[in-house]
């Protein structure tokens, strides 16, 4: 499984004219070959979905109930370091909206659950392949396979009492209160005005 993925990675590499969404329907097929080995068969993944309360994560991954499983955001392979990406403001919002959410350059995945980084592995060195020409054999398989298991056995908590409904709603709150204040100030500076809201 992880082979074949590697090398359809290294093929659309090797093109040369790749851009990040070329290599979406590789990793579609990587997660949905894993659920199909793991009776996990109703899984289904929408690629670029519709926006989102936090944006617009590459993938939404279904377990086939219609509850959403969690997110994956994925970043171009030639970006080898996501420790930048992991404290972009996009990246922030997904973990702070998304219980559940992968961070990928396709070699490199971090899971994160609650807003907290709780697993990463690496399958494969992105600069060494390039150098090489080459795809390489996956390294730490178990722990990838691991790292997808965890991410799969995610479910919503469910809203006992008045006090867990109360923080599921602050983190959708905070976020709207963030976007209105970035479009309020996108619309006084074009007015030319630069004004600061008092929120």
Request: net charge negative; glycine share 4%; no cysteine.
């Amino acid at each position: 499984m992880l082979n074949e993925y590697l090398n359809a990675i290294q093929q659309t590499r090797e093109r040369g004219d790749a851009r990040e969404e070329s290599y979406y329907g590789h990793l579609k097929d990587l997660i949905l070959a894993f659920a199909r080995e793991n009776n996990l068969r109703q899984t289904d993944i929408t690629v670029l979905p519709k926006q989102t309360e936090a944006g617009n994560p590459d993938f939404r991954v279904w377990d086939g109930k219609n509850h959403i499983t969690g997110y994956i955001e994925a970043k171009d392979p030639s970006i080898t370091n996501l420790d930048s990406i992991e404290e972009s403001e996009q990246l922030k919002r997904y973990r702070n909206t998304f219980p559940n959410v992968i961070l990928t350059n396709f070699y490199e995945f971090r899971l994160y659950r609650d807003g907290e980084l709780i697993k990463h592995v690496s399958i494969g060195r992105p600069s060494l392949a390039k150098k090489l020409k080459t795809a390489l054999p996956p390294e730490n398989e178990k722990e990838f396979f691991d790292l997808l298991d965890t991410f799969f056995s995610f479910s919503l908590p469910k809203v006992h009492n008045a006090k867990t409904l109360a923080s599921e709603l602050a983190k959708r709150t905070r976020f709207l209160r963030d976007e209105v204040i970035s479009i309020e100030m996108a619309e006084e500076e074009k007015k030319g005005q630069k004004a600061i809201l008092g929120f």
